[in-house]
């Protein structure tokens, strides 16, 4: 009885995964409910880090961000700790070969497959981080913990790499949505940030995910991120101008700050034994800026709304956002785990904030609405940092109730993302990967070239012969007519070349010289893992037809001719373009 029951489980998953890659509405419902869970484990993420700050830094109703001054200095001593906890959490995970896999990455390389513990550790080290009050915001334990959810479910139902993409990027998108009560932004994130494009098939997936998070998040009575903004205002063309102006400082910004993580992180990597420390070294590091100002602490959420409160001097301003970029600086680089996606979005208000004062001291009439200036500046720099123009439009959209103001923050977002991406050519997250040797440029999906090698579209049935023999020898082994080239192997066994039968054949050579003499691209091989993109660039330049592909001793193991490879690439392609609008 038990058997027959184990059976009739096994064949109503078999039809159940059958139904998912066959019912639009099955996997609607599928990313519905990977949306509900990503919004649970959003809000309760942000609970347990916000009661981490709580306990450490005495915060009550307040955010910690937005404390006029630490009145017990001793409470700072939570930085280093934090940073010990991160060591010891590093002493553990000292075994694994591998660093975690991020939704980013994810869905760029690997079809949207992420080991469940990887999850747990990002998770487990962002809010450790942020819960100690380092400059990291939730947001990158929130996305990787829906789509980390998301991939689970993608992978027990056994969905196609199309379909496990859509979701992974459903389940992150609501679980940044789900943060700020805000479902076009986790909409948008989805598809600008983890899937990387829009697609007809994935609109509805993708956006049933995030309703389905913005759901949890009211239910359980969380209030969305809101931001006052003027009710009337008029907009002139020379608004936008200025605006743009605004759009481009950022744009620098964000650069910088970027380029400023890097190459502290290089640095920070060359410390030799006690490189393994950093987080505590950072921890110590931390301490006097968030002495001199606490806006130096965590994501920044409760200093943004504080400075658009009080408006303070332009002098504040300038230090805040100088000590902001150095606590973001040394919080990554020192190993502290976490995003820039909130960050940036305070570093932006207060670009705004500080534009908008220096507009107002020049003898140009000018005077710009500084909430405006600081919400146009906040979007402008997260696009710089984060990618996605639309999200951070919609976010705005979604926190201000402004329609009037949509116009001057979509221009200063594309400028500034225009100009990122013309300078510079990476989001935050790609750059980090960039830096440790990843080709990805953007989550699109590039996980088929990788896996389309060498050995995979290698013809086997090669014609062989020794690099030693005679021509006439060669001939006889080798009759015209029966293959157009011959690989050359030495004495070893080992590749030596390529010959064309026709050059061997030549009646002008003398029967007893060595064939071995006629060997070209004697240099150029291929190995088994090489992906497309290498093997396309390798017949470029060695200007050939085919090449072998050789092993790690040697060892020849199959030749791929240039035409098949560029066949089979251009297939693929075809392939991958039919995926986006659905197409089987």
Known sequence: MRRIGTHALKALVIRQRQRLRESEMAFIVLALVAGLVAGWLTNLQGFVAHAMQSVLYGVETNRLSALGEIRHPWRLLALPAGGLALVAMGHLLRRRRRAPIDVVEANALHSGRIPFVDNLIISAQTIVSNGTGASVGLEAAYAQMGGGVASVLGQWFKLRRADMRTLVGAGAGAAVGAAFGAPLAGAFYAFEIVIGTYTPAAVAPVVAAALGAAFITRSLGVEPYLIATSAERVLTTGDYFIYTLLGLACALVGILLMRLVTFAEGHVQRLGRISRWRPLIGGLLLMPLAFITPQTLSAGHGAMHLNLAVQPALQFLAMVLVLKIAASVISLSFGFRGGLFFAS?????????????????????????????????????????????????????????????????????????????????????????????????????????????????????????????????????????????????????????????????????????????????????????????????????????????????????GVVTERHARRRYFEEIEASQRALFGET
Do not use: C
Not at 356 to 364: D, Q, T
Not at 542 to 554: R, T
């Open 345 to 557: 979005m305070f570093l932006g208000s207060l670009v705004g904030l500080i534009f908008a004062a220096v507009v107002g001291m020049l003898p140009l009439g000018i005077k710009l609405d500084v909430t405006d200036a600081a919400l146009v500046g906040m979007s402008a720099l997260a696009v710089s940092v984060v990618g996605g123009p639309m999200t951070l439009a919609m976010l705005i959209l979604e926190t201000t109730h402004d329609f009037a103001l949509m116009g001057v923050v979509l221009t200063a977002s594309l400028v500034s993302s225009a100009l990122t991406r013309e300078t510079f050519g990476y989001s935050f997250s790609t750059w980090r990967l960039h830096v440790r040797g990843s080709i990805i440029r953007s989550p699109r999906d590039i996980g088929w070239m990788l896996s389309l090698t060498a050995g995979r579209i290698m013809r086997k049935d090669w014609v062989g012969a020794p690099a030693g023999l005679t021509i006439e020898q060669f001939r006889a082994a080798v009759p015209l007519g029966s293959a157009s080239k011959a690989i050359l192997l030495d004495e070893a066994g080992h590749y030596a070349g390529i010959v064309t039968t026709a050059a061997a054949y030549n009646p002008e050579l003398a029967p007893g010289a060595v064939v071995g003499t006629l060997a070209t691209l004697a240099g150029n091989t291929l190995s088994p893992v090489t992906d497309i993109r290498a093997i396309i660039k390798a017949f470029d330049l060695a200007v050939a037809d085919e090449l072998a592909v050789v092993d790690g001793v040697g060892t020849v193991v």
